[in-house]
């Protein structure tokens, strides 16, 4: 009876360790992208609270307020940070605009403003 008790309890102990090592994989495979989603979504709220207080916003104005943005996933040493990228930038814009956050000025012009409603 204490073979089978122990037996049941060394089960037990590899299910969840095999449960762990999977979780932990997933959670590295997916890492990168997971950054990269939370860093645009963090961006796009500090532009969106830049524009609550100014009417406008250029292309370097928005380089300028994102810059430095830095997120990290709970219980992970890696971060991702924004350093002045004109790539960023320009991702982050499209993305606001497919998004329906803001919209340029005029078309062609690299000023925008909060989508009117």
Do not use: C
Request: proline content about 2%; charged content about 30%.
């Amino acid at each position: 009876m204490r073979f089978l008790i122990a037996g049941f309890g060394i089960l037990l102990f590899a299910a969840a360790t095999a449960i762990l090592v999977v979780w932990g994989m997933r959670k590295s495979y997916f890492q990168r992208e997971n950054l990269s989603r939370m860093l645009f979504s963090k961006a796009a709220d500090k532009v969106m609270r830049y524009l609550k207080t100014h009417d406008t916003i250029s292309a370097s104005q928005m380089r300028k307020v994102v810059d430095g943005t830095e997120v990290s996933e709970a219980f992970s040493r890696n971060r991702a940070v924004v350093q002045g990228d004109k790539e960023f930038t320009a991702r982050l814009i499209e993305l606001m605009q497919n998004d329906g956050k803001i919209e340029p000025i005029e078309p062609g012009k690299s000023v925008y403003r909060k989508k009117q409603k």
